[in-house]
Nanobody
Framework: VQLQASGGGLVQTGGSLRLSCAASGRTISDAVMGWFRQAPGKEREFVAGLFRRGGSTTYADSVKGRFSISRDNAKNTVHLQMNSLKSEDTAVYYC???????????????????WGQGTLVTVSS
């Protein structure tokens, strides 16, 4: 599966952005999908995850209540709605897919076999 992330940009503190991750080559309806981010000088970190089929979700504590992950099976796309953005949300955001991950590994980068190219989100104060 190939993943194409989009929707990043420059936004002011408190604003919103919606990231999209379009998949091609294979359906993602039975995949575990994740969003990760990497700020300059920092390691890539988990942001949000969406489990296969039933669609259970989980979020990093730092974004809980502000971000929401969802899947559009008809468009083979996953979205990350980001509200109440803070300067510390500035990073390159990556989407990822796995057809073998289990729930307990959903926040681990090593659980994912497929990665998008990343989209830059910059939050200015």
């Amino acid at each position: 599966v190939q993943l194409q992330a989009s929707g990043g940009g420059l936004v002011q503190t408190g604003g919103s952005l919606r990231l999209s991750c379009a998949a091609s080559g294979r359906t993602i309806s039975d995949a575990v999908m994740g969003w990760f981010r990497q700020a300059p000088g920092k390691e890539r970190e988990f942001v949000a995850g969406l489990f296969r089929r039933g669609g259970s979700t989980t979020y990093a504590d730092s974004v809980k209540g502000r971000f929401s992950i969802s899947r559009d099976n008809a468009k083979n796309t996953v979205h990350l709605q980001m509200n109440s953005l803070k300067s510390e949300d500035t990073a390159v955001y990556y989407c990822a897919a796995s057809y073998s991950a289990i729930w307990s590994s959903i926040a681990m980068t090593t659980a994912y076999s497929y990665w998008g190219q990343g989209t830059l989100v910059t939050v200015s104060s």
